[in-house]
Protein backbone atom coordinates (compact mmCIF):
# COMPACT_ATOMS: atom_id res chain seq x y z
CA UNK A 1 0.00 0.00 0.00
CA UNK A 2 2.82 2.43 0.91
CA UNK A 3 4.35 2.12 -2.50
CA UNK A 4 1.29 2.45 -4.22
CA UNK A 5 0.52 5.77 -2.39
CA UNK A 6 4.06 6.94 -3.49
CA UNK A 7 3.20 5.99 -6.81
CA UNK A 8 -0.23 7.78 -6.94
CA UNK A 9 0.59 11.18 -5.53
CA UNK A 10 4.14 11.01 -7.80
CA UNK A 11 1.64 10.66 -10.88
CA UNK A 12 3.51 6.84 -11.69
CA UNK A 13 0.39 4.80 -11.66
CA UNK A 14 -2.94 5.04 -13.18
CA UNK A 15 -4.55 2.32 -11.65
CA UNK A 16 -7.78 2.03 -10.03
CA UNK A 17 -7.51 4.35 -6.55
CA UNK A 18 -7.90 2.60 -3.73
CA UNK A 19 -8.84 4.43 -0.23
CA UNK A 20 -5.79 5.74 1.97
CA UNK A 21 -6.32 4.36 6.05
CA UNK A 22 -5.70 6.63 8.30
CA UNK A 23 -2.95 4.96 9.47
CA UNK A 24 -0.54 5.03 7.03
CA UNK A 25 2.85 5.35 6.84
CA UNK A 26 4.22 8.71 6.55
CA UNK A 27 5.53 9.42 2.82
CA UNK A 28 8.73 10.96 3.56
CA UNK A 29 10.79 12.50 0.48
CA UNK A 30 9.96 9.36 -2.34
CA UNK A 31 12.20 9.06 -5.48
CA UNK A 32 10.12 10.55 -8.39
CA UNK A 33 10.80 9.85 -11.87
CA UNK A 34 11.62 11.91 -14.61
CA UNK A 35 8.38 12.91 -15.49
CA UNK A 36 7.03 14.21 -12.12
CA UNK A 37 10.34 15.90 -11.46
CA UNK A 38 9.69 17.84 -14.58
CA UNK A 39 6.22 19.20 -13.99
CA UNK A 40 5.35 22.84 -14.45
CA UNK A 41 6.24 25.16 -11.51
CA UNK A 42 3.57 25.52 -9.04
CA UNK A 43 5.63 27.71 -6.16
CA UNK A 44 4.42 31.19 -8.16
CA UNK A 45 0.40 30.12 -8.46
CA UNK A 46 0.24 28.72 -4.79
CA UNK A 47 2.48 31.98 -3.79
CA UNK A 48 -0.71 34.29 -5.52
CA UNK A 49 -3.77 31.42 -4.10
CA UNK A 50 -5.09 33.28 -0.61
CA UNK A 51 -3.50 33.07 2.40
CA UNK A 52 -4.74 30.47 5.44
CA UNK A 53 -5.57 32.39 8.13
CA UNK A 54 -7.84 30.15 10.25
CA UNK A 55 -9.28 26.30 10.24
CA UNK A 56 -11.37 27.05 7.41
CA UNK A 57 -8.52 27.17 5.11
CA UNK A 58 -7.69 23.40 6.21
CA UNK A 59 -10.26 21.83 2.84
CA UNK A 60 -9.50 19.66 0.02
CA UNK A 61 -10.77 16.02 -1.46
CA UNK A 62 -9.09 12.94 0.70
CA UNK A 63 -10.42 8.90 0.75
CA UNK A 64 -11.42 7.52 -2.43
CA UNK A 65 -12.63 10.56 -3.92
CA UNK A 66 -9.15 12.42 -3.46
CA UNK A 67 -7.57 9.16 -4.66
CA UNK A 68 -9.50 9.26 -7.44
CA UNK A 69 -8.34 13.01 -8.21
CA UNK A 70 -4.49 12.45 -7.56
CA UNK A 71 -5.01 9.19 -10.30
CA UNK A 72 -6.80 11.19 -13.07
CA UNK A 73 -4.30 14.78 -12.66
CA UNK A 74 -2.63 15.84 -16.25
CA UNK A 75 1.04 16.63 -15.62
CA UNK A 76 0.08 20.54 -15.65
CA UNK A 77 -2.41 20.18 -12.60
CA UNK A 78 -0.71 17.67 -10.29
CA UNK A 79 0.82 19.91 -7.83
CA UNK A 80 -2.43 21.65 -7.26
CA UNK A 81 -4.32 18.20 -6.80
CA UNK A 82 -1.60 17.74 -4.48
CA UNK A 83 -1.73 20.28 -2.80
CA UNK A 84 -5.62 20.05 -2.79
CA UNK A 85 -5.03 16.38 -0.89
CA UNK A 86 -2.34 17.26 1.58
CA UNK A 87 -4.92 20.17 2.70
CA UNK A 88 -7.40 17.23 3.13
CA UNK A 89 -5.27 15.32 5.16
CA UNK A 90 -4.42 18.18 7.68
CA UNK A 91 -8.13 18.59 8.60
CA UNK A 92 -8.35 15.09 9.37
CA UNK A 93 -5.35 15.48 11.28
CA UNK A 94 -3.52 13.29 9.69
CA UNK A 95 -0.01 15.13 9.73
CA UNK A 96 2.00 12.32 8.89
CA UNK A 97 0.29 11.54 5.66
CA UNK A 98 -0.05 15.35 4.68
CA UNK A 99 4.05 15.80 4.99
CA UNK A 100 4.39 12.87 2.89
CA UNK A 101 2.76 14.51 0.03
CA UNK A 102 4.31 17.58 0.74
CA UNK A 103 8.11 16.12 0.54
CA UNK A 104 6.97 15.05 -3.11
CA UNK A 105 5.56 18.35 -4.03
CA UNK A 106 9.12 19.86 -2.32
CA UNK A 107 11.14 17.65 -4.75
CA UNK A 108 9.40 18.43 -7.63
CA UNK A 109 9.73 21.89 -6.78
CA UNK A 110 12.27 23.39 -4.45
CA UNK A 111 10.98 26.84 -5.26
CA UNK A 112 7.99 25.56 -2.97
CA UNK A 113 10.06 26.26 0.18
CA UNK A 114 10.36 29.52 -0.46
CA UNK A 115 6.07 30.12 -0.49
CA UNK A 116 4.54 31.09 2.75
CA UNK A 117 1.42 28.74 2.90
CA UNK A 118 3.73 25.58 1.91
CA UNK A 119 5.29 26.92 5.18
CA UNK A 120 2.76 26.88 7.05
CA UNK A 121 1.08 23.93 5.84
CA UNK A 122 4.70 22.06 6.08
CA UNK A 123 4.86 23.44 9.68
CA UNK A 124 1.21 21.93 10.74
CA UNK A 125 1.86 18.89 9.27
CA UNK A 126 5.30 18.86 11.50
CA UNK A 127 3.58 20.09 14.58
CA UNK A 128 0.71 17.10 14.22
CA UNK A 129 3.64 14.18 13.96
CA UNK A 130 5.25 15.92 17.21
CA UNK A 131 8.63 17.08 15.55
CA UNK A 132 8.25 20.54 17.46
CA UNK A 133 11.45 21.73 16.63
CA UNK A 134 11.05 21.56 13.03
CA UNK A 135 7.69 22.67 13.04
CA UNK A 136 8.97 26.30 14.83
CA UNK A 137 11.67 26.48 12.04
CA UNK A 138 9.29 26.36 9.21
CA UNK A 139 6.84 28.33 10.44
CA UNK A 140 9.61 31.50 11.57
CA UNK A 141 9.05 33.17 7.90
CA UNK A 142 8.57 36.37 8.21
CA UNK A 143 5.52 36.23 6.45
CA UNK A 144 3.55 33.83 8.35
CA UNK A 145 4.76 36.11 11.69
CA UNK A 146 1.21 37.84 12.09
CA UNK A 147 -0.61 35.27 10.68
CA UNK A 148 -3.05 34.19 13.31
CA UNK A 149 -2.94 30.47 11.87
CA UNK A 150 0.51 30.16 12.30
CA UNK A 151 0.88 31.76 15.29
CA UNK A 152 -1.39 29.12 17.02
CA UNK A 153 0.34 26.51 15.31
CA UNK A 154 3.87 28.01 16.56
CA UNK A 155 2.67 28.26 20.06
CA UNK A 156 1.17 24.81 19.92
CA UNK A 157 4.66 23.58 18.82
CA UNK A 158 6.70 25.73 21.10
CA UNK A 159 4.50 24.52 24.20
CA UNK A 160 5.24 21.24 23.16
CA UNK A 161 8.90 22.01 22.95
CA UNK A 162 8.98 23.76 26.86
CA UNK A 163 9.54 26.83 25.54
CA UNK A 164 6.68 27.80 27.35
CA UNK A 165 7.28 31.75 27.58
CA UNK A 166 7.94 31.81 23.90
CA UNK A 167 5.01 29.91 23.05
CA UNK A 168 2.91 32.39 25.45
CA UNK A 169 3.74 35.27 23.58
CA UNK A 170 1.72 33.83 20.39
CA UNK A 171 -1.62 33.70 22.35
CA UNK A 172 -2.74 37.19 21.24
CA UNK A 173 -1.92 36.62 17.48
CA UNK A 174 -3.79 33.33 17.67
CA UNK A 175 -6.53 34.12 19.17
CA UNK A 176 -8.42 34.95 16.30
CA UNK A 177 -7.70 31.53 14.68
CA UNK A 178 -8.29 29.32 18.13
CA UNK A 179 -11.40 31.53 18.33
CA UNK A 180 -12.77 30.40 15.37
CA UNK A 181 -12.75 26.55 15.44
CA UNK A 182 -15.07 24.95 17.31
CA UNK A 183 -14.84 23.76 20.70
CA UNK A 184 -13.33 19.97 20.02
CA UNK A 185 -10.59 21.66 17.43
CA UNK A 186 -9.83 24.53 20.16
CA UNK A 187 -9.30 22.25 22.37
CA UNK A 188 -5.39 20.90 21.98
CA UNK A 189 -4.24 24.80 21.33
CA UNK A 190 -5.94 25.65 24.67
CA UNK A 191 -4.51 23.01 26.62
CA UNK A 192 -1.45 23.88 24.86
CA UNK A 193 -1.89 27.89 25.93
CA UNK A 194 -2.76 26.88 29.27
CA UNK A 195 0.33 24.55 30.24
CA UNK A 196 2.61 27.11 28.79
CA UNK A 197 1.22 29.87 30.72
CA UNK A 198 1.56 27.59 33.67
CA UNK A 199 5.14 26.50 33.11
CA UNK A 200 5.81 30.37 32.84
CA UNK A 201 4.94 31.57 35.96
CA UNK A 202 1.58 32.54 35.30
CA UNK A 203 -1.47 30.33 36.49
CA UNK A 204 -4.56 32.98 36.51
CA UNK A 205 -4.79 33.16 33.12
CA UNK A 206 -4.66 29.25 32.59
CA UNK A 207 -7.59 28.98 35.01
CA UNK A 208 -9.72 31.54 33.13
CA UNK A 209 -8.62 29.76 29.41
CA UNK A 210 -9.48 26.26 31.45
CA UNK A 211 -13.08 27.12 31.42
CA UNK A 212 -13.64 25.96 28.08
CA UNK A 213 -13.40 22.48 29.38
CA UNK A 214 -15.73 20.20 31.72
CA UNK A 215 -15.64 19.87 35.38
CA UNK A 216 -14.61 15.71 34.13
CA UNK A 217 -12.17 16.28 31.64
CA UNK A 218 -8.82 15.21 33.06
CA UNK A 219 -6.22 16.48 31.22
CA UNK A 220 -7.54 19.89 32.07
CA UNK A 221 -8.13 18.87 35.52
CA UNK A 222 -4.36 18.29 35.81
CA UNK A 223 -3.52 21.90 34.27
CA UNK A 224 -6.43 23.36 36.48
CA UNK A 225 -4.79 21.53 39.63
CA UNK A 226 -0.83 22.49 39.01
CA UNK A 227 -2.63 26.18 37.85
CA UNK A 228 -4.09 26.18 41.65
CA UNK A 229 -1.51 24.92 43.12
CA UNK A 230 0.98 27.83 41.77
CA UNK A 231 -1.80 30.62 43.05
CA UNK A 232 -1.63 28.97 46.61
CA UNK A 233 -4.79 27.00 46.55
CA UNK A 234 -3.09 23.87 47.38
CA UNK A 235 -6.05 21.61 48.82
CA UNK A 236 -8.45 22.54 45.46
CA UNK A 237 -5.13 21.64 43.32
CA UNK A 238 -4.98 18.22 45.42
CA UNK A 239 -8.49 17.45 44.38
CA UNK A 240 -7.90 18.37 40.67
CA UNK A 241 -5.41 16.47 40.38
CA UNK A 242 -6.36 13.14 42.41
CA UNK A 243 -9.57 13.40 39.84
CA UNK A 244 -6.95 13.87 36.65
CA UNK A 245 -4.81 10.41 38.29
CA UNK A 246 -8.37 8.41 38.95
CA UNK A 247 -9.85 8.59 35.08
CA UNK A 248 -7.03 9.98 32.77
CA UNK A 249 -4.91 7.85 30.42
CA UNK A 250 -1.27 7.37 31.32
CA UNK A 251 0.08 10.80 30.14
CA UNK A 252 -2.61 12.09 32.01
CA UNK A 253 -1.24 9.90 35.47
CA UNK A 254 2.27 10.68 35.18
CA UNK A 255 1.48 14.45 34.58
CA UNK A 256 -0.70 14.17 37.87
CA UNK A 257 1.55 12.65 40.22
CA UNK A 258 4.21 15.12 39.11
CA UNK A 259 1.91 17.82 39.99
CA UNK A 260 0.62 15.73 43.40
CA UNK A 261 5.18 16.01 44.10
CA UNK A 262 5.14 19.62 42.91
CA UNK A 263 2.03 20.47 45.52
CA UNK A 264 3.42 18.49 48.64
CA UNK A 265 7.00 20.50 48.02
CA UNK A 266 4.73 24.00 48.05
CA UNK A 267 3.04 23.16 51.34
CA UNK A 268 6.46 21.30 52.86
CA UNK A 269 4.29 17.98 53.30
CA UNK A 270 7.13 16.20 51.62
CA UNK A 271 10.73 16.14 52.36
CA UNK A 272 13.13 17.05 49.11
CA UNK A 273 14.48 13.22 50.00
CA UNK A 274 11.27 11.37 50.00
CA UNK A 275 10.61 14.10 46.75
CA UNK A 276 13.65 12.91 45.27
CA UNK A 277 12.64 8.90 45.50
CA UNK A 278 8.81 9.53 44.18
CA UNK A 279 10.28 11.49 41.31
CA UNK A 280 12.72 8.91 40.43
CA UNK A 281 9.68 6.06 40.80
CA UNK A 282 7.99 8.05 38.80
CA UNK A 283 10.93 8.54 35.73
CA UNK A 284 11.24 4.45 36.12
CA UNK A 285 7.82 3.91 34.72
CA UNK A 286 7.31 7.26 32.54
CA UNK A 287 10.24 8.33 29.89
CA UNK A 288 10.14 11.34 27.76
CA UNK A 289 8.34 14.44 27.14
CA UNK A 290 7.70 17.19 29.36
CA UNK A 291 6.75 15.51 32.39
CA UNK A 292 10.10 13.46 32.35
CA UNK A 293 11.44 16.75 31.89
CA UNK A 294 9.83 18.62 34.32
CA UNK A 295 10.54 16.17 36.98
CA UNK A 296 14.03 16.59 35.75
CA UNK A 297 14.02 20.05 36.69
CA UNK A 298 12.68 19.56 39.63
CA UNK A 299 15.24 16.87 40.99
CA UNK A 300 17.97 19.36 39.60
CA UNK A 301 16.75 22.14 41.86
CA UNK A 302 16.69 20.08 44.74
CA UNK A 303 19.88 19.07 44.33
CA UNK A 304 21.16 22.50 44.43
CA UNK A 305 19.82 23.15 47.32
CA UNK A 306 21.16 20.33 49.18
CA UNK A 307 24.59 20.84 47.61
CA UNK A 308 24.04 17.59 46.28
CA UNK A 309 26.99 17.31 43.53
CA UNK A 310 26.00 13.89 42.11
CA UNK A 311 22.55 14.46 42.06
CA UNK A 312 22.97 17.98 40.11
CA UNK A 313 25.46 16.19 37.46
CA UNK A 314 22.51 13.07 37.11
CA UNK A 315 19.60 15.33 36.82
CA UNK A 316 21.27 18.17 34.55
CA UNK A 317 23.07 15.29 32.24
CA UNK A 318 19.63 13.96 31.54
CA UNK A 319 18.87 16.87 31.03
CA UNK A 320 21.44 18.05 28.39
CA UNK A 321 21.27 14.99 26.82
CA UNK A 322 17.81 14.28 25.88
CA UNK A 323 15.88 17.68 25.76
CA UNK A 324 15.69 20.94 24.06
CA UNK A 325 16.59 23.45 26.69
CA UNK A 326 16.26 26.41 24.40
CA UNK A 327 17.56 29.50 26.47
CA UNK A 328 17.61 27.44 29.18
CA UNK A 329 20.73 25.19 28.10
CA UNK A 330 23.59 27.49 28.22
CA UNK A 331 23.30 28.49 31.84
CA UNK A 332 22.91 24.96 32.86
CA UNK A 333 25.66 23.77 31.36
CA UNK A 334 27.96 26.72 32.46
CA UNK A 335 26.40 25.69 36.10
CA UNK A 336 27.15 22.00 35.48
CA UNK A 337 30.77 22.67 34.33
CA UNK A 338 31.54 24.68 36.89
CA UNK A 339 30.73 22.43 39.35
CA UNK A 340 32.15 19.40 37.97
CA UNK A 341 35.35 21.35 37.36
CA UNK A 342 35.57 22.34 41.03
CA UNK A 343 34.96 18.48 42.25
CA UNK A 344 37.91 17.72 39.77
CA UNK A 345 40.66 19.82 40.95
CA UNK A 346 43.34 18.41 43.29
CA UNK A 347 41.63 20.86 46.84
CA UNK A 348 38.46 19.65 46.29
CA UNK A 349 38.20 17.11 49.01
CA UNK A 350 36.62 14.34 47.02
CA UNK A 351 38.30 11.40 46.47
CA UNK A 352 40.78 10.49 43.30
CA UNK A 353 38.76 7.48 42.44
CA UNK A 354 35.49 9.49 43.41
CA UNK A 355 36.68 12.42 40.85
CA UNK A 356 37.46 9.73 38.14
CA UNK A 357 34.03 7.91 38.24
CA UNK A 358 32.22 11.31 38.20
CA UNK A 359 34.48 12.59 35.02
CA UNK A 360 33.25 9.19 33.52
CA UNK A 361 30.31 8.75 34.38
CA UNK A 362 29.39 13.04 32.87
CA UNK A 363 32.51 13.57 30.68
CA UNK A 364 30.31 15.00 28.14
CA UNK A 365 29.82 18.34 30.60
CA UNK A 366 33.49 18.90 30.98
CA UNK A 367 33.74 22.11 29.46
CA UNK A 368 34.68 22.42 25.36
CA UNK A 369 38.22 23.57 24.29
CA UNK A 370 41.30 24.16 26.40
CA UNK A 371 39.96 24.32 29.45
CA UNK A 372 38.38 21.16 29.15
CA UNK A 373 41.77 19.42 27.88
CA UNK A 374 43.86 20.43 30.49
CA UNK A 375 41.27 19.54 33.26
CA UNK A 376 41.46 16.03 31.99
CA UNK A 377 45.04 16.13 31.72
CA UNK A 378 45.69 17.24 35.51
CA UNK A 379 43.21 14.59 36.42
CA UNK A 380 44.74 11.83 34.63
CA UNK A 381 47.82 13.15 35.69
CA UNK A 382 46.95 12.33 39.57
CA UNK A 383 45.50 9.24 38.76
CA UNK A 384 49.48 8.35 37.77
CA UNK A 385 50.61 9.37 40.25
CA UNK A 386 48.90 7.27 42.21
CA UNK A 387 49.72 4.31 40.46
CA UNK A 388 45.77 4.23 39.04
CA UNK A 389 46.97 3.68 35.45
CA UNK A 390 44.09 1.96 34.11
CA UNK A 391 42.14 4.52 34.76
CA UNK A 392 44.36 7.24 33.83
CA UNK A 393 44.37 5.25 30.23
CA UNK A 394 40.42 5.47 29.70
CA UNK A 395 40.53 8.42 30.52
CA UNK A 396 42.45 9.92 28.22
CA UNK A 397 41.58 7.49 25.33
CA UNK A 398 38.01 9.40 25.50
CA UNK A 399 39.53 12.13 24.94
CA UNK A 400 41.81 10.60 21.79
CA UNK A 401 38.83 9.25 20.64
CA UNK A 402 36.27 11.99 20.77
CA UNK A 403 37.68 15.78 21.54
CA UNK A 404 41.05 15.35 19.97
CA UNK A 405 41.57 15.52 16.34
CA UNK A 406 44.49 15.79 13.35
CA UNK A 407 47.65 16.29 14.29
CA UNK A 408 46.52 16.38 18.17
CA UNK A 409 45.95 12.42 18.44
CA UNK A 410 50.01 12.21 18.21
CA UNK A 411 50.98 13.15 21.65
CA UNK A 412 47.77 12.27 23.34
CA UNK A 413 48.11 8.04 21.65
CA UNK A 414 51.54 8.33 23.11
CA UNK A 415 50.21 9.19 26.69
CA UNK A 416 47.46 6.28 26.36
CA UNK A 417 49.75 3.80 24.75
CA UNK A 418 52.61 4.50 27.56
CA UNK A 419 49.47 4.49 30.52
CA UNK A 420 48.48 1.13 29.04
CA UNK A 421 51.73 -0.54 29.12
CA UNK A 422 52.30 0.74 32.54
CA UNK A 423 48.60 -0.71 33.56
CA UNK A 424 49.93 -4.20 32.21
CA UNK A 425 47.54 -4.10 28.91
CA UNK A 426 50.23 -3.60 25.58
CA UNK A 427 47.21 -5.02 23.47
CA UNK A 428 45.45 -1.68 24.39
CA UNK A 429 48.76 0.21 23.84
CA UNK A 430 49.24 -1.36 20.58
CA UNK A 431 45.37 -0.76 19.51
CA UNK A 432 45.77 3.28 20.60
CA UNK A 433 49.21 3.79 18.30
CA UNK A 434 48.07 1.39 15.60
CA UNK A 435 44.05 3.57 15.43
CA UNK A 436 45.45 6.98 15.26
CA UNK A 437 47.76 6.71 12.38
CA UNK A 438 47.88 9.58 10.55
CA UNK A 439 49.93 10.68 7.48
CA UNK A 440 50.23 14.32 8.85
CA UNK A 441 52.37 13.43 11.60
CA UNK A 442 56.08 14.79 11.87
CA UNK A 443 59.45 12.35 11.47
CA UNK A 444 59.64 13.31 15.15
CA UNK A 445 56.45 12.24 15.76
CA UNK A 446 56.84 9.12 13.99
CA UNK A 447 59.71 8.33 16.04
CA UNK A 448 57.89 8.63 19.02
CA UNK A 449 55.21 6.50 18.38
CA UNK A 450 57.13 4.04 16.75
CA UNK A 451 59.29 3.80 20.33
CA UNK A 452 56.57 3.37 22.04
CA UNK A 453 54.96 0.65 20.12
CA UNK A 454 58.18 -1.20 19.86
CA UNK A 455 57.88 -2.01 23.81
CA UNK A 456 53.96 -2.46 23.43
CA UNK A 457 55.09 -5.70 20.81
CA UNK A 458 58.42 -6.53 23.36
CA UNK A 459 56.00 -6.69 26.46
CA UNK A 460 53.70 -8.77 24.33
CA UNK A 461 56.97 -11.20 23.93
CA UNK A 462 56.72 -10.25 19.70
CA UNK A 463 60.80 -9.65 19.71
CA UNK A 464 61.11 -9.98 15.81
CA UNK A 465 58.21 -7.35 15.68
CA UNK A 466 59.46 -5.31 18.34
CA UNK A 467 62.45 -4.87 16.93
CA UNK A 468 61.32 -4.24 13.18
CA UNK A 469 59.28 -1.44 15.14
CA UNK A 470 62.70 0.23 15.80
CA UNK A 471 64.12 0.35 12.87
CA UNK A 472 65.83 3.54 11.24
CA UNK A 473 65.88 5.00 14.53
CA UNK A 474 68.41 7.07 16.00
CA UNK A 475 68.08 5.37 19.56
CA UNK A 476 67.16 2.18 18.39
CA UNK A 477 70.70 -0.21 19.65
CA UNK A 478 70.37 1.72 23.35
CA UNK A 479 66.76 0.50 23.12
CA UNK A 480 67.40 -2.92 21.59
CA UNK A 481 70.08 -2.99 24.66
CA UNK A 482 67.25 -1.91 27.38
CA UNK A 483 65.12 -4.55 25.90
CA UNK A 484 68.03 -7.38 26.32
CA UNK A 485 68.72 -6.20 29.83
CA UNK A 486 64.71 -6.74 30.99
CA UNK A 487 64.85 -9.94 29.61
CA UNK A 488 68.63 -11.30 30.86
CA UNK A 489 69.70 -11.91 27.09
CA UNK A 490 73.36 -11.08 28.66
CA UNK A 491 75.03 -12.49 25.10
CA UNK A 492 72.56 -9.73 22.98
CA UNK A 493 72.87 -7.15 25.71
CA UNK A 494 76.81 -7.03 25.77
CA UNK A 495 76.50 -6.80 21.63
CA UNK A 496 73.83 -4.03 21.53
CA UNK A 497 75.08 -2.03 24.90
CA UNK A 498 76.77 1.01 23.32
CA UNK A 499 79.42 1.76 26.12
CA UNK A 500 80.00 6.07 26.52
CA UNK A 501 83.52 7.84 26.44
CA UNK A 502 85.04 7.53 30.13
CA UNK A 503 85.35 11.14 31.08
CA UNK A 504 82.58 12.70 32.70
CA UNK A 505 79.75 9.97 33.37
CA UNK A 506 76.20 11.37 33.50
CA UNK A 507 73.93 8.47 35.72
CA UNK A 508 72.64 6.93 32.70
CA UNK A 509 76.36 6.68 31.40
CA UNK A 510 77.17 5.06 34.59
CA UNK A 511 74.21 2.46 34.59
CA UNK A 512 75.42 1.44 30.75
CA UNK A 513 78.97 0.82 32.05
CA UNK A 514 77.88 -1.29 35.11
CA UNK A 515 75.34 -3.21 33.60
CA UNK A 516 77.60 -4.04 31.29
CA UNK A 517 80.08 -5.56 33.77
CA UNK A 518 76.86 -7.67 34.85
CA UNK A 519 76.29 -8.84 31.75
CA UNK A 520 80.13 -9.89 31.40
CA UNK A 521 79.70 -11.53 34.70
CA UNK A 522 77.22 -13.00 33.93
CA UNK A 523 78.93 -14.49 30.66
CA UNK A 524 82.39 -15.40 32.70
CA UNK A 525 84.14 -13.18 30.10
CA UNK A 526 86.34 -12.42 32.53
CA UNK A 527 89.24 -10.77 30.02
CA UNK A 528 86.34 -8.58 28.73
CA UNK A 529 85.22 -7.41 32.12
CA UNK A 530 89.22 -6.56 33.32
CA UNK A 531 89.26 -4.82 30.36
CA UNK A 532 86.16 -2.30 31.28
CA UNK A 533 87.50 -2.10 34.15
CA UNK A 534 90.82 -0.81 33.19
CA UNK A 535 89.22 1.78 31.09
CA UNK A 536 87.05 3.10 33.67
CA UNK A 537 88.69 2.69 37.04
CA UNK A 538 89.70 6.28 37.41
CA UNK A 539 86.04 7.65 35.91
CA UNK A 540 84.20 5.76 38.54
CA UNK A 541 86.55 6.83 41.69
CA UNK A 542 85.04 10.11 42.66
CA UNK A 543 81.16 9.04 41.38
CA UNK A 544 78.76 7.78 44.56
CA UNK A 545 78.72 4.64 42.31
CA UNK A 546 82.79 4.05 42.67
CA UNK A 547 81.86 1.26 44.92
CA UNK A 548 79.10 -0.75 42.99
CA UNK A 549 81.79 -0.19 40.20
CA UNK A 550 84.69 -1.70 42.16
CA UNK A 551 82.52 -5.18 43.77
CA UNK A 552 81.22 -5.38 39.74
CA UNK A 553 84.35 -5.44 37.87
CA UNK A 554 86.58 -8.07 40.16
CA UNK A 555 87.09 -11.40 39.35
CA UNK A 556 84.15 -13.55 39.20
CA UNK A 557 85.87 -15.56 41.35
CA UNK A 558 86.54 -13.46 43.99
CA UNK A 559 83.07 -11.32 44.28
CA UNK A 560 80.46 -12.24 47.51
CA UNK A 561 77.17 -12.69 46.68
CA UNK A 562 76.26 -10.37 48.76
CA UNK A 563 78.22 -7.41 47.96
CA UNK A 564 77.02 -8.42 44.32
CA UNK A 565 73.40 -7.42 45.93
CA UNK A 566 74.01 -4.35 46.94
CA UNK A 567 76.15 -3.09 43.73
CA UNK A 568 73.25 -4.09 41.66
CA UNK A 569 70.74 -2.13 43.73
CA UNK A 570 73.62 0.61 43.52
CA UNK A 571 73.04 0.96 39.72
CA UNK A 572 71.76 4.34 39.01
CA UNK A 573 67.92 4.14 37.90
CA UNK A 574 68.36 6.31 34.89
CA UNK A 575 68.26 3.95 31.63
CA UNK A 576 70.44 4.59 29.25
CA UNK A 577 67.67 4.13 26.50
CA UNK A 578 66.12 7.53 28.10
CA UNK A 579 62.29 7.76 28.38
CA UNK A 580 61.66 4.80 26.31
CA UNK A 581 64.04 2.78 28.69
CA UNK A 582 62.11 4.30 31.92
CA UNK A 583 58.95 2.76 30.21
CA UNK A 584 60.08 -0.53 29.58
CA UNK A 585 61.64 -0.73 33.27
CA UNK A 586 58.52 0.36 35.44
CA UNK A 587 56.57 -2.38 32.65
CA UNK A 588 58.77 -4.53 34.32
Not at 120 to 139: F, K
Not at 228 to 243: C, E, K, N, S
Not at 345 to 350: H, K, L, Q, R
Not at 566 to 580: E, F, K, L, V, Y
Request: glycine share 8%; net charge neutral; hydrophobic share 50%.
Amino acid sequence: MRSALIALIAGTAAATPHPAPHNAAPVAGPAVNAAAATLPPFAADLAQMPMITGASGWHGETGEAGWALLAAARPENRQQHRWSYALGLIAENRGAEALGVLDVMLSSDRDLGLVAPFLLARGVALTLVGHDEEAVSALAADELAANPEACAWRMRALAHAGAALDAVRQVNCALPAINGRGAEARAPFVLAAAGAAIDSGRPEPALAWLKLFGDRNAEANVLRGRALVATGDVPGGRLRLDRAARNGDSAVRANARLGMIEAGLATHSLSPADAIKQLDALRFGWRGDAVEQRALEIQLHLANEAHDLRGQLRAGAALIRYFKLGAKAGPMLAELQAALSAALAADSGVPLAEAAGLYWDYRELAPAGGEGDALVMRLAGRLQDASLYARAAELLEYQLTQRAQDVAQGPLSIKVAALHILAGRPDRALEAIRTTEQPSYSPAMRQDRKRVEAVALHRLGKIDAANAALEGLPDAAAIRAEMRWQVKDWGSFVTENALPAPKGLSEPAQAAVLRQAVALAMLGREDQLEALRARYAAAFKTLPSSQAFDVLTRKVASIDPAAIGAAMTAIPQASPAGAIGDLLDAAS
